[in-house]
């Protein structure tokens, strides 16, 4: 072989392994690093709504947690410690606490609820069910000893320094096919029973964010969902690569539907694969600000 073929062939090589060795680096980093480098994104939501009694109210946003999957205890107990240092007033689940893949057992749902019941809000913990907690019966349980009130398919008013209130409502997964004017119906005749002097802002949890182009009379100020992952794995140019069923038009941070803000969280584990590439995990914290 002459001395040019071995060094056009050795050139290959080298090009090969090297193509080789970034693909290996992308793995470890996509199965390994990213999916702990959990994120908190801020966002002040400015309203006119807002009164003086609800200036910097603090809404935490946890979604698509799949405990079970790459997101164990330990990463629970420094999730809990990092939003008690936000000092919330309230924390919303929407959903997807437990992945579908993990293996119940009674001393894992007691060891859910007792890092869940450390989470300290001063007016309150919600949560509702995603398309992955409907396959546990155990979920209500780890949801009300871990102090959060199961907002599926009802809703609660909160009050801040005062008589005005906030509404505060959720809907189940849409995994049984249950239009969501059906789960929402009790919130609505709620709201239908005021003239006046009704709750001064409408916050609704859902799991699923495109279901709410369903809704026949869209009260909410705003909406906070969960289920994309922000398409989980993501390449720039191109975006996000995986949308699930019920994400798939709204999938993205943020959108503005008619006057509902809609913001939609990340996620904090991985569903299917156990991969996140260019999306880091992330939970959200909002503040209320008056216009």
Same mark, same amino acid.
């Given at each position: ?8 062939? /050795? %050139?290959? *090589? ?5 193509? !080789?060795?970034?693909? +290996?680096?992308?793995? $470890?980093?996509? @199965? ?115 102090? /959060? %009130?199961? *907002? ?5 008013? !909160?009050?801040?320094? +005062?008589?005005?209130? $906030?509404?505060? @409502? ?122």
């Amino acid at each position: 072989m002459s001395k040019k073929k071995k060094k056009k062939r /050795f %050139t290959i *090589l080298k090009i090969f392994f090297g193509f !080789i060795f970034i693909l +290996g680096l992308i793995y $470890l980093y996509g @199965a390994y690093i990213e999916p702990k480098n959990i994120k908190v994104h801020e966002y002040k939501i400015t309203s006119e709504k807002i009164s003086d009694n609800f200036e910097g109210f603090t809404i935490v946003h946890l979604s698509d947690i799949h405990y079970g999957r790459v997101f164990k205890q330990a990463d629970l107990k420094k999730l809990v410690k990092r939003i008690n240092s936000i000092n919330p007033d309230i924390v919303v689940i929407t959903g997807d606490l437990i992945d579908r893949d993990t293996k119940m057992t009674t001393s894992l749902s007691s060891n859910i609820s007792k890092e869940l019941n450390k989470i300290k809000a001063n007016s309150g913990k919600y949560a509702i069910t995603g398309n992955h907690d409907v396959k546990f019966d155990e979920w209500d349980n780890i949801i009300s000893n871990g102090g /959060f %009130t199961n *907002l599926n398919n009802n809703y609660d008013t !909160i009050y801040n320094k +005062g008589y005005e209130s $906030l509404l505060i @409502a959720g809907v189940s997964s849409f995994k049984d096919k249950e239009s969501i004017i059906n789960k929402n119906q009790k919130t609505e005749n709620y709201l239908n029973s005021f003239e006046k002097d009704g709750p001064i802002y409408n916050i609704l949890l859902i799991h699923e964010p495109d279901y709410i182009d369903e809704l026949e009379n869209n009260k909410y100020d705003l909406i906070l969902a969960g289920h994309s992952h922000a398409g989980q794995i993501r390449l720039p140019i191109v975006g996000a690569l995986l949308k699930p069923d019920g994400a798939t038009k709204y999938f993205e941070g943020y959108y503005k539907v008619g006057n509902s803000d809609l913001y939609i969280s990340n996620g904090i584990g991985v569903a299917n694969v156990n991969f996140r590439l260019f999306n880091s995990p992330s939970f959200n914290v909002y503040r209320l600000v008056k216009e």
